[in-house]
């Protein structure tokens, strides 16, 4: 007999909907396959234990975007990271197959998400909301508090740095 509530099978629902959302964002935040997983089970927590009636779907997906954000600033900003990355000798390759499942296997379009990676995270966090999860810009401004000119001034600068870095590649 299944023992499950109207809210777990909701929750489950929901969690299968915005997961590989939330995870692609944290993923190219971080550069990392298990601290993305560990941020995003996170946000999940946040959100099944708020217990947050939200009045639609946009609502509830900025919400969880927001909390992402918060997250990877607060990854960046911890302790923890800043002893590990003396460990490491520099950000790792992202992962070819994690990036090629979610981002068809278009060798070009794979070459954009790789040189979006290695944008600074204010840039890659706003470019990353703005064409692969389609926010407006003042969605991306709610999300992150930043202001409007603030995100269009991270999006031009972050363009201008792909399109020097896809020059190089020649991509």
Known sequence: MDNRTKF??????????????????????????????????????????????FPNAEIEKSWLFTVASN?????WRSGWYKRILPMKQDFPELETTT??????????????VKCVAKL????????????????????????TGKNKSTIQTQ??????????MMKEKEV
């Open 8 to 53: 777990d099978v909701e929750c489950e629902i929901k969690i299968k909907e915005y997961y590989p959302m939330i995870y692609k964002f944290v993923y190219i935040q971080v550069k990392s396959k298990m601290d993305a997983q560990d941020i995003t089970q996170e946000v999940f927590y946040k959100y099944l234990v708020g217990n947050i009636d």
């Open 71 to 75: 997250h990877c600033k607060n990854f």
């Open 99 to 112: 990036l090629e499942a979610d981002y068809e296997k278009n060798e070009q379009t794979f070459e954009v």
């Open 120 to 143: 600074p995270l204010k840039y890659r966090e706003v470019i990353h909301l703005f064409y692969y999860e389609d926010m407006s810009i003042e969605k991306i401004s709610k999300i």
């Open 155 to 164: 999006l031009d600068r972050g363009r201008k740095m792909l399109k020097k």
